[in-house]
């Protein structure tokens, strides 16, 4: 529950501003991940002020900070920018009692037929209230009407500046930007609360200085596009020591930092016949890998002697065991078959797997068992098989129960994350993708190979899965090198 914020009518302070990021940062206005914006490009935040509407104590707190910031403007009326900033605007009406306009955003062709609704009188100067700012397109496109029915416009008030040339283009323009709050300043708040590592709030600094608006044209015309890039390429994913700051599961998170401090992303599946070879296979590769996938079910003998000397393995070569169980159960059985029976999975594995077609209950089951023992859970989201039904609607379901369970979930089995309709997700949940050699192609029975660079770089995973192309080569080590290679130089190139 977010604490109430006290209705303040005064002066506001600095530490009324640096609680009031902290609110904002709580109701998730504020996210840090890897957001896709209108202009194309993928930014490291993402500022969603609509969320305010439902949280009145803070949106009472916007307005007055706004507020706060034109005591030395001069005005008469005010006028929110559509749509996000009218309850903003319509808040500080009334706590301060100066008369509010509203542009239509859609002009009817109907009645009136007015672009400004409200009552006021030609020469008198008004206000523009906006939410934030990046180019000041949005801006302009209000304060075109305004003028256009005789107002005066000198002055704009917007909560957030996010630094990106927005100010420089209204000057132009001869209007005075006033913010309540800088990107920068949000960043250094968060940063001393400890809410944001210093290393995610200078990557967030380092993209806004990359991503600059361009200058306003002779004409002052509002630019075709917000946010568009300059020269300089943005960053597209998230480092992954930055991404293990946003896990949740403590699996997922110590996945991020090991692949960061081992400079590798590759994950063998050991799809061997003997739990013998499986040992032989892991020490082998062990030094190349992040991830041992197994599959012991597959195995004539599994004793705790084997589960002992592969953990032992893992510590040695700093790998984390997956076995690839694919639980598809109802809840209460899963509990058995993933603490109990001939193989214990939960007693020695670090991360496990499960279909979601039982409903979201086997995700209960299975973290009843995982949870206390530090265990992580992927989804299967995508298969790399021929004709998979795991897609569409299927898919979506699983996005949306990783998102609301990531205490336990870690991430998923995908093949394609890019593409999907929301994006990867949240950055705090992995993405491993099987069906990976260094050239494509498929089997005999389904199954569909990309190469690392697709896999990283074009769909946006995290995790190679590699199985044929290291375990049937002559050197599975020197093969493990290879892809180890193949797998970071593509992550590197995406950064």
């Not at 600095?14 to 194309?40: P, R, T």
């Not at 403590?250 to 590759?266: D, H, P, S, V, Y």
């Not at 598809?328 to 991360?351: E, F, K, L, P």
């Not at 979506?396 to 394609?416: K, L, P, R, T």
Request: hydrophobic letters at 45%; a negative charge.
């Amino acid at each position: 529950m977010v604490g109430v914020i006290p209705a303040k009518t005064g002066t506001v302070s600095s530490k009324d501003y640096e609680d009031l990021v902290l609110k904002l940062h709580d109701i998730q206005a504020v996210k840090f991940g890897e957001f896709k914006l209108k202009s194309g490009i993928t930014s490291p935040v993402y500022i969603d002020l609509r969320v305010i509407v439902s949280y009145p104590d803070v949106l009472l707190r916007v307005a007055e900070a706004m507020w706060d910031r034109v005591q030395t403007a001069s005005f008469d009326v005010m006028c929110g920018v559509p749509y996000t900033a009218l309850p903003i605007a319509t808040a500080m009406s009334l706590q301060h009692g100066t008369p509010m306009l509203m542009r239509r955003k859609e002009v009817k062709d109907y009645g009136t037929k007015k672009a400004i609704e409200g009552a006021f009188l030609p020469g008198q100067t008004c206000l523009v209230v906006e939410d934030l700012v990046t180019s000041g397109a949005s801006v302009q496109e209000t304060v075109a009407p305004l003028e256009a029915e005789g107002l005066q416009v000198r002055d704009v008030v917007v909560l957030i500046d996010r630094q990106q040339g927005g100010a420089a283009r209204l000057a132009s323009q001869g209007l005075t930007l006033h913010s309540a709050f800088t990107l920068s300043f949000i960043l250094d708040v968060l940063v001393a609360a400890g809410r944001v590592e210093a290393g995610l709030a200078d990557a967030t600094k380092a993209f806004l200085a990359a991503n600059q608006t361009g200058p306003a044209g002779a004409t002052g015309a509002a630019p075709a596009a917000e946010a568009k890039p300059a020269a300089a390429p943005a960053p597209r994913r998230l480092a992954y020591e930055a991404r293990a700051e946003l896990a949740k599961n403590a699996q997922g998170a110590e996945l991020f930092r090991l692949m960061a401090r081992k400079r590798t992303n590759l994950s063998v599946a050991a799809d061997v016949e003997s739990a013998n070879d499986m040992l032989a296979l892991a020490d082998a590769v062990g030094p190349h890998i992040c991830v041992l996938k197994t599959h012991v079910d597959v195995f004539d003998t599994w004793t705790p002697d084997h589960a002992a000397k592969l953990q032992a393995l893992a510590a040695k070569h700093d790998f984390l065991i997956f076995e690839d169980r694919k639980f598809a159960d109802i809840g209460n059985t899963v509990v058995m078959q993933y603490g109990g029976g001939v193989y214990r999975i939960a007693d020695w594995s670090h991360i496990t797997n499960a279909h979601l077609v039982p409903g979201p209950g086997i995700i209960d089951g299975l973290r009843q068992v995982g949870a206390p023992l530090g265990r992580g859970l992927l989804l299967l989201a995508e298969m790399s098989s021929k004709g998979t039904l795991a897609r569409g609607e299927y898919s979506a379901g699983v996005v949306a129960a990783a998102e609301a369970n990531q205490d336990f979930v870690m991430g998923y089995i995908s093949v394609s994350p890019a593409s999907w309709p929301s994006g990867p997700g949240s950055p705090g949940l992995v993405h491993m993708t099987p069906g990976v050699q260094l050239s494509a192609g498929g089997d005999a029975l389904g199954q569909q190979y990309n190469t690392p660079a697709s896999v990283i770089g074009e769909r946006g995973s995290d995790v190679i899965i590699v199985g044929r192309g290291v375990i049937a080569a002559q050197d599975p080590a020197a093969a493990a090198a290879e892809y180890r290679r193949a797998g970071w130089e593509a992550y590197e190139a995406s950064l």
